[in-house]
């Protein structure tokens, strides 16, 4: 009996001690809990939004839309949003800018990315924000200078030779001479004052100083091209401590009501056969051009016209080229040869890469805005008055081909164009858009190539072009331009053409001289001191060693 409740005891007092060691265990438990939970960080002070900065905050119609820049509020860059389809936009080849993401950081007053900034999220030195042609962010590698060597010259004056041996360019005794990767060359020099651009054989314009008015200097250009002579008249005018820049004027304008008819809608759609099938240089281009089914409108039968004749004058060009080079093999002269350029010959231009819907809906927007500039000029001309001029009487102004709302070009003679260091050729005919507006110091801006023919610059490369070269393109655009609105109303009415309204035209307030006789005189004797000078060159700086 005492041993049962000695042992009772003994039980009694081992659960008392296990129910307090359990208890200190639980204890310890949450103390460790406790210790091991992170203190919550602490809250940040609240700061008010800063106002909205009166230059980057627009309303939703503060503004028109302008189709021609990068959006910046959606998430992908480069996305247009004006009611102008496809203007700035390289096509689907091209799709420049969208590497990186638009923010309002990088966004100026006019809602252009600051040049030479990148945009927000930029990786690598890639420029961000530029969208399909828009103006903003662009590396300046396009610029970095061609490979090759810079010779000196004895009889003074410098060469530049390529690493295949090929001459680039010679500078000496007041003649500069530029040769294309395709043999093409372009010579100018000034004489008496007169400047002589010769492009070809019985090919290139005299321009002279021509009048003055309203403030501004006007030139003559005689131009001649296969023995034929015509002459145009140029506005001059300086930018950025640059002179001069030439701005095509025309010799007259239609009534607004025709210029109308051009740039609005037809009825119904038109089917136009232009006669082309048996043409050399639409059997070669077959693979990179192709006319429209049919023509909602004027607008686009005249962006056939403009890209035919382009073409056709490339092919031209190349078969000169192809015919100079033949010489220069001939006399024994430098080995400019031809770099796979797109030289004429029997069969179809196969491996050319086409003309897409996308670039030509771009060169059309770009023709209807020319349509719009000049119906606003017609209609001073047209009542007696004079065209508005496009800033006063200064002469300081904004080359057209640096306008933020022209971004499309179509080039319209050879030209040799350097990209981070590489050279490659554009020929006429091909597309570029213009994806900077600020020239750097030597006075180039970046271009992205939209569409290309085989053997030019790839589509999508980003190149650095001259301002210069960039407004020739431009006014070529005009005088083609003019040059269709007159075969329009010559053919109106037949052919499945609607009819149009008056075409009658006014004299601008500048019309153009009768051509300079002595031009083409001009031209062949540059022609000839050019063969002369390269024979000089070939000798002295091969002489050099390679």
């Known amino acids: 009996m005492n041993f049962a409740s000695k042992s009772e005891k003994i039980l009694q007092s081992s659960a008392v001690l296990l129910l307090m060691l359990a208890g200190a265990v639980a204890g310890a438990a949450g103390d460790q809990k406790k210790t091991s939970t992170p203190a919550p960080k602490p809250s940040a002070p609240h700061v008010s939004a800063p106002a909205p900065h009166p230059s980057t905050s627009h309303g939703a119609t503060s503004h028109p839309a302008n189709g021609t820049h990068s959006s910046t509020t959606g998430a992908r860059p480069g996305t ?42 930029a990786a690598s030195g890639k420029p961000g ?58 010579v100018e020099s000034t004489h008496n004052g007169a400047r002589i651009v010769t492009t070809g054989k019985h090919s290139g314009y005299v321009q002279r100083a021509y009048v003055t008015r309203n403030g501004h200097a006007y030139v003559s250009r005689t131009v001649v091209v296969n023995h034929v002579a015509y002459a145009h008249v140029y506005r001059s005018y300086s930018y950025r401590g640059h002179c001069c820049y030439y701005g095509y004027h ?102 050319q890469v086409a003309l897409t ?3 030509k809906a771009a060169i059309a927007e770009e023709l209807k805005a020319q349509l719009a500039a000049e119906q606003a000029e017609a209609k001073p001309a047209a009542s007696g008055g004079q065209p508005a001029a496009s800033n006063g009487a200064s002469t300081e102004e904004v080359p057209p081909a ?92 037949s052919g499945g053409l609607p009819k149009a309204p008056d075409t009658a035209t006014v004299a601008s307030d500048v019309p153009p001289p009768p051509p300079d006789t002595s031009a083409e005189k001009s031209l062949d004797d540059q022609q000839a001191n050019a063969d002369q000078v390269e024979a000089q060159v070939v000798k002295e700086a091969f002489s050099q060693g390679s």
């Open 357 to 359: 819907p996308e670039v």
């Open 402 to 493: 640096l306008d933020p709302a022209r971004r499309t070009f179509v080039v319209a003679s050879d030209l040799a164009v350097t990209g981070d260091g590489q050279e490659c050729q554009l020929t006429a005919g091909d597309v570029i858009t213009r994806i900077s507006d600020t020239p750097d110091d030597d006075n180039k801006v970046t271009v992205s190539v939209s569409s290309s023919k085989k053997a030019d610059c790839t589509p999508g490369k980003q190149v650095a072009v001259s301002v210069d070269d960039l407004q020739e393109m431009h006014n070529h655009f005009q005088e083609q331009l003019d040059n269709g609105m007159k075969e329009l109303a010559n053919k109106q009415g």
């Open 129 to 186: 924000a530029m969208g399909k042609g828009g103006a903003g962010n662009v590396t300046r590698a396009a610029n970095r200078p061609a490979p090759g060597r810079q010779v000196t010259l004895k009889g003074g004056g410098t060469a530049n030779i390529r690493p295949n041996g090929q001459i680039r360019s010679i500078n000496r005794n007041g003649m500069h001479i530029d040769r294309g990767l395709n043999g093409s060359r372009r």
């Open 80 to 121: 247009t949003t004006g009611a102008r389809p496809g203007v700035g936009r390289p096509g689907t080849a091209g799709k420049t800018g969208t590497t990186g993401k638009p923010g309002a950081a990088t966004v100026s007053k006019n809602g252009r990315a600051p040049v030479g900034k990148t945009g927000v999220g």
């Open 250 to 351: 025309p010799a007259y304008y239609y009534g607004p009501a025709y210029y109308g008819w051009a740039y609005n809608p037809w009825p119904a759609p038109v089917y136009y056969g232009w006669g082309w099938g048996g043409a050399p240089w639409y059997g070669y281009y077959g693979g990179y051009f192709a006319p429209y089914p049919t023509y909602p409108s004027a607008a686009f039968w005249l962006t056939d016209y403009l890209i035919a004749a382009n073409l056709q004058a490339a092919y031209q060009a190349q078969a000169s080229a192809n015919a100079a080079v033949a010489d220069n093999a001939a006399n024994n002269a430098a080995p400019q040869g031809n770099s796979g350029g797109d030289a004429p010959a029997s069969g179809s231009g196969s491996g």
